[in-house]
């Protein structure tokens, strides 16, 4: 890495379009490490751990100003989960960072055995997931995450929308009981909130409200999914748009009255569409005895192409005028093709 | 302290017990036990810096069972040393019992970890160790390992980071008992040598006979000091199944049931 690049650009991406196009040159990266040192200044229990990856997800923000609770473990990522959940069972708060694939896939049964179970406070942060890691392929992505951390019991998993959501949700997680998987982009999320939000667990966030349809989105694609609202609305056809980003637990009221209210359903995730939000919010329909108009908008069960990330999200019709074709398909045509 | 005498009549205890309750269940893992007996009695009755009564104290020593399918040698040692009533134990792996073949430390008092996956162990000892050092504590934090254990590839990214970390006070104990489920680790994935290999990730290196108390007492004592930069390990020699003739060196009892006047007859040999 050259003294100019910036730290965020460490993988060398010159697309800087984030998944809707906008361009994210001026977005601020990470904001975790930045935020989690300015709460360490009053929280001695907080740690930060990370597996050779801190130039790329900023951790190194956090190391600068607490050097002697930063813990680079190397590129040993499984070492690093138990050993944050070591630090956890000794009365600690640690914060343990890697690529999503990384996190989620390789460490899935030390998340499940050495935090999830014995309910410890450890908080995995899975960052470039989805398919943002773009043309680095397969194995730097995390499109199976959602599903395999949603069925782990006793861990929570959110989704960050942006940077003052992530802010929002880092603060919320320090005296949450439990272990918790925290689902990050690239890191150059557009804005949605303007400001941090207030935030409960178990409560989806409503950023625009609509009669016609409801899409439920999470993480990266609540932004685009506020796009594709927008266009929809100069067709006449009006939106209700949640950010679910709380995905365990599920906010399972606000599904309902979703199906009900507007009786069309989408949603969309940057993650394979089996088992993640749109089966999330499958599950909560029927077992509530709801069949509205439903599609799961997502990542098909296939391994991705090599890519840019915006080109991937064009593919997949995940960016804005993806989403609302879709959704014009939904209302149409009814149900998924 | 107490004698060599009154710690071998510890680890005759923690093999009764094993056998006992083994019989609840119908079915567990005697001969991984009985091969660290002598270790487990060693450590709790006279090593381990610990207080019953508050099984929370942030500066006790821990101890991480890392080849947990040994619980049921620990949870008898934890209920004569008081964290709980000993007739708890009579519930043993008997629907929503705290007891199961592998410790729950949220449910039993003294267990400082949960485990039952193999390989673990050694990175939550790193934490734990890391933790101590961050708090200012002196505690050690030993942890528990099998040699069949060590072809876990996480158990060498801890024994990395811990001399990486120069975490003097993580002791790893190895009950070096010879035998998996397959049959030998020599066999099936050879472990040695156990003590170079460490040596080389930049531990400190004992090596003993595990039933040999006088000579785990004096690996205990030759310990550096409480706050050392060295990472610490001792490789004890052992036999799995040893104190019962049938089971010793046999793949046949990792994990198995004594019934009728077998469960007699192992008793009454454990008992000379």
Redesign the interface.
């Known amino acids: 890495m050259t003294e100019t690049q910036a730290p965020a650009e460490f993988f060398g991406f010159k697309d800087s379009r984030s998944v809707d196009g906008t361009d994210t040159r001026a977005i601020p990266a990470f904001v975790f490490g930045e935020e989690l040192a300015d709460l360490a200044e009053q929280d001695d229990r907080i740690v930060v751990l990370t597996a050779d990856l801190g130039r790329s997800n900023r951790a190194t923000d956090f190391g600068a100003r607490h050097p002697e609770r930063f813990v680079n473990v190397g590129i040993a990522e499984k070492n690093m989960i138990t050993t944050a959940a070591g630090m956890a069972a000794s009365g600690f708060v640690p914060f343990a960072a890697t690529f999503g694939s990384f996190a989620a896939l390789l460490c899935a049964e030390q998340i499940r055995t050495d935090c999830a179970y014995p309910n410890l406070p450890v908080r995995v942060l899975g960052h470039h997931s989805g398919m943002s890691m773009g043309f680095y392929g397969t194995s730097h992505h995390s499109l199976e995450d959602l599903g395999m951390m949603r069925c782990i019991a006793d861990l929570t998993v959110v989704c960050a929308t942006d940077a003052n959501h992530l802010r929002a949700l880092l603060r919320l997680s320090l005296d949450h009981p439990g272990a918790m998987y925290l689902r990050l982009g690239r890191g150059r999320d557009p804005q949605v909130y303007d400001v941090v939000p207030d935030l409960a667990l178990g409560r989806a966030e409503t950023l625009r409200d609509g009669s016609d349809l409801t899409i439920v989105a999470t993480g990266s694609e609540v932004h685009p999914a506020l796009r594709a609202a927008e266009e929809l609305a100069r067709d006449g056809i009006t939106t209700r748009v949640l950010d679910m980003w709380t995905i365990s637990p599920l906010d399972r009221e606000a599904v309902v009255d979703a199906a009900r209210t507007t009786g069309a359903v989408l949603t969309v995730e940057e993650a394979n569409v089996t088992g993640g939000l749109g089966s999330a919010v499958a599950e909560c329909l029927l077992d509530a005895g709801l069949a509205p108009r439903f599609r799961r908008h997502g990542v098909p069960d296939e391994h991705v192409p090599v890519g840019p990330p915006a080109a991937l999200y064009a593919h997949y019709r995940l960016d804005g005028p993806g989403i609302a074709a879709v959704a014009r398909e939904l209302l149409t045509k009814g149900t998924t093709p | 302290m107490p004698t060599t005498r009154e710690l071998a009549e510890k680890a005759r205890f923690v093999r009764t017990e094993t056998v006992r309750l083994t019989r609840i269940a119908g079915a567990g893992h005697y001969s991984a036990v009985f091969s660290c007996a002598e270790i487990l009695a060693a450590l709790y009755y006279a090593e381990l810096r610990l207080d019953p009564a508050r099984p929370d104290w942030?500066d006790r020593d821990?101890f991480?069972m890392s080849k947990g399918h040994a619980a049921i040698g620990l949870y008898p040692v934890l209920a004569d040393l008081g964290y709980f009533d000993p007739a708890e134990l009579d519930s043993y792996t008997r629907l929503g019992s705290p007891f199961g073949d592998h410790p729950d430390?949220?449910r039993i008092a003294g267990v400082?970890?949960?485990s039952?996956?193999l390989g673990?162990g050694l990175?939550?000892?790193?934490?734990?160790?890391?933790?101590?050092r961050?708090?200012g504590h002196d505690h050690r934090t030993w942890v528990l390992l099998g040699d069949g254990e060590l072809a876990e590839?996480?158990i060498w990214?801890?024994a990395?980071?811990a001399s990486?970390y120069g975490l003097g006070d993580l002791v790893a104990v190895v009950d070096a008992n010879q035998l998996g489920i397959d049959g030998f680790v020599a066999d099936v994935m050879g472990a040695e040598p156990i003590d170079a290999r460490f040596a080389a990730f930049g531990w400190g290196v004992q090596r003993v006979d595990g039933h040999d108390l006088p000579a785990l007492l004096a690996a205990f004592a030759a310990l550096p000091a409480r706050g050392g930069t060295v990472p610490q390990v001792i490789v004890a020699d052992t036999v799995k199944g040893k104190g019962v003739a049938r089971m010793e060196l046999s793949p046949d009892w990792h994990v198995g049931n004594l019934a009728g006047a077998d469960y007699d007859d192992v008793l009454t040999e454990l008992a000379r």
Do not use: I, N, W
Request: glycine share 16%; no cysteine; hydrophobic share 40%.
């Open positions: 942030p821990r991480v430390m949220k400082d970890f949960s039952g996956s673990h990175s939550v000892g790193v934490g734990m160790a890391l933790a101590g961050l708090a590839g996480q990214e801890a990395t980071s990486h």
